[in-house]
């Protein structure tokens, strides 16, 4: 079983930047992929980013070069940075470990 538990959303106004956490309660490095996921209000979850335990990594178009995903094998924690973000990336982003681990979700809003 592998708990996860996000951290720093928030809200933050158009262009602006957040970096989202995920502590795991075991060792991450040899979990084959992990990643980030969205869901807005009305709309079905999707993927936005993954990392594989090689550092390969696949984003969503819609925020490639803005979100750099990343992980800290040292520390049990994957992380999520979200630049130049917009009122679109407004959603509850869940953290995801291979094969069916989740994360609660944190809310991110961006607004002015």
């Known amino acids: 079983q592998v708990q996860l538990v996000e951290s720093g959303g928030g809200l933050v106004q158009p262009g602006g930047s957040l970096r989202l956490s995920c502590a795991a309660s075991i060792t991450i490095a040899s979990i084959r992929s992990m990643g980030w996921y969205r869901q807005a209000p009305g709309k079905q979850r999707e993927s936005v980013a993954t990392v594989t335990r090689f550092g390969i990594t696949n984003y969503a178009d819609s925020v490639k070069g803005r979100f750099s995903i990343s992980r800290d094998n040292a520390k049990n924690t994957l992380y999520l940075q979200m630049n130049s973000l917009k009122p679109e990336d407004t959603a509850v982003y869940y953290c995801?470990?291979?094969?069916?681990?989740w994360g609660q979700g944190t809310q991110v809003t961006v607004s002015s």
């Open positions: 995801w470990s291979f094969p069916t681990y």
